[in-house]
């Protein structure tokens, strides 16, 4: 009987030290992945003058949109979405499809609206950022009817999914640099959008966040130093809106 006592109070001294073990490494991913302390730099020191995180209180950036989401061009699909999350401290989360858009399904057959409800429900998204618009065509000439509806939809499901982040809406990527008569009519309908919504909108037009220079040889996807360029970009204007 003294045995299986003995026993029994091994296996209980064990058991404490995998727990205390087990809580340590939980503990320390949740401080990794929410940390809010620091900024980023590739050289993994302090952040580049310029780069240093927005005043957000850590968490996650949702973003939502097409292939510039996805990663395309860029080595791993490492693009311009978990690089601006990276420079602005906070955990990213994406849910893209190559060629979508708010009245267009993508590869996957998902429009932006699909896309939002197909994201993760993560818990401290502090940001969400819808970058839809580049693949909708209004037609000639242009008829955005159709997309503000999408566009309202997309944001009010956005809102209610992630109630205590900041949405912040994009207007459409312009790969040749000089915005096309339909880029500009749908940045025009996002805006107003966003504005009913009372919600962030970031002007792709007006001040091209994309140049053709950042273009690879698809003519539509940036290049891996596109990328980077476009996150620099992107990470300044989103700190003017929040």
């Not at 029994?8 to 320390?28: E, K, T």
């Not at 849910?95 to 858009?101: K, L, T, W």
């Not at 891996?224 to 990470?235: D, F, K, N, Q, T």
């Amino acid at each position: 009987m003294r045995m299986r006592r003995g026993v029994r109070g091994w296996q209980v001294g064990i058991g404490l030290v995998l727990v205390s073990l087990i809580v340590c490494v939980v503990g320390a991913v949740i401080f990794v992945n929410g940390d809010s302390s620091g900024g980023y730099s590739e050289s993994g020191g302090a952040a580049a003058q310029g780069d240093d995180p927005v005043a957000l209180s850590g968490g996650g950036a949702v973003f939502v949109g097409d292939s510039y989401i996805k990663g395309d061009g860029a080595p791993g699909k490492q693009g311009l979405a978990i690089l601006a999350a990276s420079k602005l401290g906070l955990t990213p989360t994406l849910s893209a499809d190559a060629q979508s858009g708010y009245t267009r399904a993508g590869r996957r057959g998902y429009t932006t609206r699909q896309l939002v409800d197909e994201a993760p429900d993560r818990l401290g998204a502090q940001i969400v950022v819808l970058a839809s618009g580049f693949c909708d065509v209004l037609g000639s000439p242009p008829d955005s009817t159709r997309l503000r509806a999408e566009a309202r939809s997309a944001v009010s499901a956005a809102a209610d999914k992630w109630p205590r982040a900041r949405i912040i809406v994009l207007g459409p990527w312009t790969p040749s640099g000089d915005a096309t008569v339909n880029q500009r009519a749908v940045n025009d309908a996002l805006r107003d959008v966003a504005v009913e919504e009372d919600v962030a909108f970031i002007d792709t037009v007006s001040t091209p966040i994309v140049r053709s220079e950042m273009i690879g040889t698809d003519r539509v996807n940036p290049t891996p130093a596109g990328h980077r360029a476009i996150a620099s970009e992107l990470v300044r204007r989103i700190k003017a809106v929040v």
